[in-house]
């Protein structure tokens, strides 16, 4: 069974910076692409960024400019570098990763919480 494990989130301030950091454990898997989603109450998830096993990149409009997302394809793990915060960036944010293992699943991580002060 895959997990994926996320770290890094917290309280900063507005104009501050945090990372993000998820890595999935298991055997036997290969990961296709890998990416971020947030969550606020009451909405629905919505995609932050997202990149693939050869680096093409997708990002939200609202976060263009000031997170970029990174993936070690050998250590399995991908990184959210999240900079310029914004206290509108407040959300739990969850690790995605489209993973074969026998047959391909959609995998989520357990959620870390991002809170952005004014």
């Known amino acids: 069974q895959v997990q994926l494990v996320e770290s890094g989130g917290g309280l900063v301030q507005a104009g501050g910076s945090l990372r993000l950091s998820c890595a999935a454990s298991g055997t036997g898997f290969s990961i296709n692409t890998m990416g971020w989603y947030r969550q606020a109450p009451g909405k629905q998830r919505e995609l932050v960024a997202s990149?693939?096993?050869?680096?093409?990149?997708t990002y939200a409009d609202s976060v263009k400019g000031r997170f970029t997302i990174s993936r070690d394809n050998a250590k399995a793990t991908v990184d959210l570098q999240m900079n310029s915060l914004k206290p509108e960036d407040t959300d739990v944010y969850y690790c995605?990763?489209?993973?074969?293992?026998?047959?391909?699943?959609?995998?989520w991580g357990q959620g870390t919480q991002v809170t952005v002060s004014s």
């Open positions: 995605n990763a489209v993973i074969t293992q026998l047959r391909t699943s959609v995998y």
């Open positions: 990149i693939t096993r050869v680096g093409i990149t």
